[in-house]
């Protein structure tokens, strides 16, 4: 039994017709498979808002004498919050960004992030009635507490550079911000640890007296 062969004029059909990719389907990645790690926006939290609203809250504060977060560590100089602590918006740490990968175009450096916007803000209409809820999200933030480093430069610049980068950043930014370098004491508070001690800042400015040794009223 001879196989059943088609006619050539519906083979030159089929040889023309090509298969078209659909507009609304894109590849995610030219590499299939890679053990390179995908780039993450670090203005962002890693697992996004999954669970209930959070409450506005504060800042962190030291409270217990610790210095975690004020000096530089992976690079040469940094930005350092000088004032008071806030809340800062992922927007506002962008625009610091870029002010200084603009300053430093076509120079050889790192910047380093130290802090991550993973507060989300809530926000509801103008002019609306008390109640219902928090509202829709609005966009997200980072608290920031007093003098956390933010940013951090490292690579062949001068000094002179990176103050002047820093700079820019800081005028894009809310609040008052300080130039620090590899090397400067750490913070407690507000309090620079130079030339003082974190054990005689926990000591108590006055003697404090017992009960039974203080003399009657």
Not at 11 to 20: D, F, N
Not at 129 to 154: C, N, P, Q
């Amino acid at each position: 039994m001879t196989p059943a062969t088609m006619p050539s004029s519906l083979l030159a059909r089929m040889g023309g017709l090509s298969i078209a990719r659909s507009p609304h389907t894109a590849l995610t990645s030219s590499r299939t498979f890679t053990t390179t790690v995908a780039h993450q926006n670090w203005l962002l939290p890693k697992a996004g808002d999954t669970g209930p609203k959070t409450r506005k809250g504060k800042p962190r504060m030291p409270t217990g004498g610790s210095t975690r977060g004020t000096t530089v560590m992976w690079g040469d100089y940094g930005l350092r919050m000088k004032d008071h602590d806030r809340r800062v918006s992922a927007a506002q740490l962008k625009n610091g960004e870029e002010a200084i990968r603009k300053r430093l175009r076509g120079l050889k450096y790192r910047l380093y992030m130290r802090i991550c916007a993973n507060i989300p803000v809530y926000s509801s209409g103008n002019e609306s009635r008390m109640g219902k809820g928090k509202g829709t999200f609005d966009y997200w933030a980072s608290r920031v507490a007093v003098s956390k480093i933010i940013f951090e430069l490292k690579g062949d610049l001068h000094e002179k550079v990176a103050r002047e980068a820093f700079r820019l950043a800081a005028n894009k930014m809310p609040g008052l911000y300080e130039f620090v370098k590899r090397g400067d004491p750490p913070v407690m508070g507000i309090t620079k640890l130079d030339g003082v001690t974190a054990e005689e800042l926990k000591r108590p400015r006055r003697k404090i007296v017992p009960l039974l040794e203080q003399p009657p009223a």
